[in-house]
């Protein structure tokens, strides 16, 4: 099986293994790295691989996602880590293939005894990694996986009965509590040239392109969003000087309030453990905003947790009353969404600002996630496979975990009579219109007042600010106030019982 505690302490040198291989997966940098320490800490040398996965990969490519953003940022991160490594004298192997059945042959070829990697609690990760193990075990080696992306994990923390947490409010207390007690410590030692495993001329070959792994350039550069580790820095830099306005900043999408740190811990140019700890000393010192920040990262750890305990809620409602919901599921207004007209400027302008960049303001995500469910009664794992397609930062637990939020099927979830309105949402938390104006520019001309319901402005106001209503820009696909009412209907099959 699968060894998920320390295979090796700390020990004498004479004890140590020649060789491990250090499997790059959710940890795409070199500093606090967890699989990377254990790695030095039992093996006198080791090596490093990054496995495009082709199971992960290839169905992309069926999906017609040729221009992944996810997959040219993850090229530039490993871009990073392999100059780092041939600064040392060695490089990042790097193979383009199932990791089922890479990994287990890149290991007898080193001649490396153990594989070290970060936990990944993902169904199919975990059968994944299963296959690995039973391969490598066949084989007489070892996987050895380390936590890396989370602070707590599966059963770290727990009820005072011993159960997993449902509630993100009772888990947040125990899990600050856990911290306060027990600080998880980044790792500052480092890699140097002498631990590096030599590699033959064949393992030491360039990295693959893009067009090789069978994508084409996106955008993502021309975006300017700060990649690999070293842009993970940048960020956090930036970021450190703007935490203590967060709590006031956040919810506004025209602010510069987020950390845009969400993709770097994705992928890991960014250690978790590092930011936790940075923002757990400025809220001890005070700081509201990072005491705001630091809960985000809670719910982070949060809905991995429920993942791994729950993993029925990937395809189903995690309250299976809420699966007896019929939802009306219209392919047009769908499309409509998806595509930013659905008349309603601040949720087009957020699928707008998806499709154009990867990225939604966290706010948004909420505002465009009850839309669908609650206004245009559509199942919410139609949004979810779409963000999962467009977001930079897809993550399965904290993508499931927030559209089962937005549809009350979830774990603490919202209630099922609560639903945004769009257009009261638009006026508190982009009421100048400035971020509409942006990614719906055929409403620029309209006032402040006019731009968040444009089919309330009287027609000579419209024709002097040039929207035609229906013809440059859509009327509302459905009315909010008959959309709530039935909302309340459809849902009334699961009152009471939940």
Not at 162 to 168: E, H, L
Not at 287 to 304: H, I, K, M, P, T
Not at 370 to 380: E, P, R, V, Y
Not at 461 to 486: F, M, S, W
């Amino acid at each position: 099986m699968i060894s998920d505690t320390p295979f090796f302490s700390d020990s004498p040198r004479d004890s140590r293994l020649p060789l491990g291989l250090v499997w790059l997966r959710r940890d795409l940098r070199l500093h606090d790295h967890a699989a990377l320490h254990a790695a030095l800490r039992a093996c006198d040398k080791v090596a490093l691989v990054f496995v495009f996965d082709r199971d992960i990969l290839d169905p992309l490519l069926q999906r017609g996602l040729h221009a992944d953003r996810r997959v040219e940022f993850i090229l530039a991160a490993i871009t990073e880590i392999d100059a780092a490594l041939r600064e040392r004298g060695a490089a990042l192997v790097v193979r383009h293939a199932s990791a089922r059945e890479a990994i287990p042959a890149l290991a007898a070829a080193l001649g490396a005894q153990v594989v070290f990697c970060g936990r990944d609690d993902e169904p199919d990760a975990l059968e994944r990694d299963a296959a690995v193990e039973h391969a490598l075990r066949r084989d007489g080696r070892a996987l050895q996986t380390v936590k890396e992306h989370m602070i707590f994990e599966r059963d770290e923390v727990l009820t005072a009965q011993g159960k997993p947490y449902s509630v993100f409010t009772p888990y947040r207390t125990a899990w600050l509590a856990r911290y306060g007690a027990q600080p998880q410590h980044p790792w500052e030692g480092e890699l140097t040239a002498g631990r590096l495993a030599p590699l033959s001329r064949a393992l030491q070959k360039p990295l693959p392109t893009l067009s090789e792994l069978g994508f084409a350039p996106s955008n993502l550069r021309a975006l300017k969003l700060p990649l690999g580790a070293s842009g993970a820095r940048e960020l956090v830099d930036d970021f450190q000087r703007r935490i203590d306005d967060y709590d006031q900043a956040r919810d506004f999408p025209a602010r510069k309030g987020p950390s845009y740190l969400s993709v770097h811990l994705r992928f890991g140019t960014a250690s978790v453990r590092e930011l936790v700890a940075m923002a757990w000393a400025r809220q001890q010192a005070g700081s509201e905003g990072a005491r705001v920040w630091l809960s985000e990262l809670v719910w982070r750890d949060f809905y991995f947790q429920i993942l791994f305990h729950h993993p029925h809620g990937v395809n189903a409602a995690f309250k299976p009353a809420y699966d007896r919901i019929q939802w009306r599921n219209d392919p047009v207004q769908f499309v409509a969404w998806c595509e930013g007209r659905t008349g309603y400027p601040l949720v087009d302008a957020a699928m707008r600002q998806i499709n154009q960049t990867g990225y939604m303001h966290n706010r948004l995500r909420m505002v465009v996630a009850s839309f669908l469910t609650k206004d245009l009664g559509i199942d919410w794992r139609w949004g979810e496979r779409y963000f999962a397609d467009h977001l930079n930062d897809f993550d399965l637990a904290a993508n499931n975990g927030g559209w089962q939020w937005a549809a009350s099927s979830g774990c603490d979830a919202q209630p099922y009579f609560r639903i945004f309105n769009p257009v009261s949402q638009s006026e508190k938390f982009d009421a100048n219109g400035d971020f509409i104006r942006r990614y719906v520019p055929e409403l620029a001309a309209l006032s402040a007042r006019d731009i968040h319901a444009p089919w309330k402005v009287p027609g000579a106001l419209l024709q002097a600010a040039g929207v035609g209503l229906g013809v440059t820009y859509p009327a509302p696909i459905v009315r909010h106030d008959l959309a709530l009412a039935e909302t309340l209907e459809r849902y009334a099959v699961v009152k009471g019982a939940v």
